[in-house]
């Protein structure tokens, strides 16, 4: 249906810098938008940015302008700079696709990729 493939992830220490892209490998279904989610061991998976349908991010409470989502023009990369990491980062990260004609609240419409994962050292 629709395969997306991350990349970017590893190990980094306190106050370093990662970037994640996202590519969609394939799609069945017209994509309107995309973004980025997380799951830290124990945790529900949480919203970390993604695109409006007007196409302007919104950012989870917690990236206080550490991290930025960008794609390229054909929107087929999706990506995710992430400055001043925090221990508190870590988390598989999972890159998401929005199916047109679905909100983001409706996962019916909404696919995942794998995940990469992020671990943030002291």
């Known amino acids: 249906q629709v395969q997306l493939v991350e990349s970017g992830g590893g190990s980094v220490q306190a106050g370093g810098a990662l970037k994640l892209s996202c590519i969609v490998a394939?799609?069945?279904?017209?994509?309107?938008?995309m973004g980025w989610y997380r799951q830290a061991p124990g945790q529900e998976r949480e919203l970390v940015s993604r695109?409006?349908?007007?196409?302007?991010?919104e950012d989870a409470y917690f990236v206080k302008c550490r991290f930025a989502i960008s794609q390229n023009d054909a929107k087929t990369t999706l990506y995710l700079q992430m400055y001043r990491l925090t221990t508190e980062d870590t988390a598989v990260y999972y890159c998401?696709?929005?199916?047109?004609?679905?909100?983001?609240?409706?996962?019916?419409?909404?696919?995942y990729g794998q995940g990469t994962q992020v671990t943030v050292s002291s």
């Open positions: 695109f409006r349908g007007d196409g302007s991010p």
């Open positions: 394939r799609s069945d279904f017209r994509i309107c938008a």
């Open positions: 998401a696709a929005r199916r047109c004609n679905y909100e983001w609240y409706n996962q019916a419409g909404i696919y």
